[in-house]
């Protein structure tokens, strides 16, 4: 019974914010967003300051792919060695990369202009792939990872600095001019439904099997 219902209100999560992501992507497609980007671009830029902007090239140095996936390999090598399963993890990631190249290329929607001589990356704006990837990748090893954390205050706190971590990438992106927030907002949903999706499917196996051993 318990687990038929983490499986309906997962379910439930996962299409309210499918529907969420689908409803900000119809505001971006109909330039409905532009006053709330250049609004949200314009207050976040005139909080810079030298500081705040090498820590934010940092955080968004963390959240690009030549960065994610050596660290993807490694925790795979480290969670399948600690008998967790690293290749959840392995799919999550590679699912990652599908939906994030298929909705760039559904939207095609063009970069704004950086700030700061930040280098403007060639692939499309929506959704934000650092967001996404940032997400997918930090969240779902957050998941494997707390179940073995038998403080519960530890866990509390390696889902703070998760959701911090992921929400300074994201962050980063809009502060250095890379993206319009929506394009952070999306990748941030997109990421949520696809995590949701994974652990609902993860935990619809080891259903089947206990039920299977039951027998």
């Avoid at 959840?88 to 939906?99: D, P, R």
């Avoid at 934000?128 to 997400?135: E, F, I, R, T």
């Avoid at 179940?147 to 866990?155: G, L, N």
Wanted: net charge positive.
């Amino acid at each position: 019974m318990r687990s038929r219902a983490i499986l309906i209100a997962g379910l439930i999560i996962a299409l309210a914010l499918a529907a969420a992501f689908g409803w900000l992507a119809w505001q971006v497609e109909g330039g409905r967003s532009a006053a709330f980007d250049s609004h949200v671009r314009n207050v976040v830029h005139s909080w810079s300051n030298p500081a705040l902007t090498r820590a934010m090239k940092v955080m968004s140095f963390i959240g690009e792919p030549y960065v994610i996936w050596p660290l993807l390999c490694a925790a795979i090598v480290v969670l399948q060695r600690a008998h967790l399963n690293g290749w959840l993890l392995a799919i999550a990631m590679t699912g990652e990369v599908c939906i994030e190249q298929t909705l760039k290329f559904t939207f095609r929607r063009p970069r704004p202009s950086p700030f700061f001589g930040y280098p403007e990356p060639s692939s499309y704006s929506f959704p934000s792939g650092h967001a996404l990837g940032s997400l997918v990748f930090f969240g779902t090893l957050a998941a494997l990872v707390a179940p073995r954390i038998r403080s519960t205050a530890a866990q509390g706190l390696l889902w703070i600095a998760t959701a911090l971590l992921v929400g300074a990438i994201g962050f980063s992106r809009v502060y250095l001019g890379v993206h319009y927030p929506t394009d952070v907002i999306g990748g941030y949903a997109a990421a949520l439904v696809w995590v949701i999706a994974v652990a609902l499917g993860d935990h619809a196996k080891k259903r089947r099997i206990e039920r299977y051993n039951e027998r």
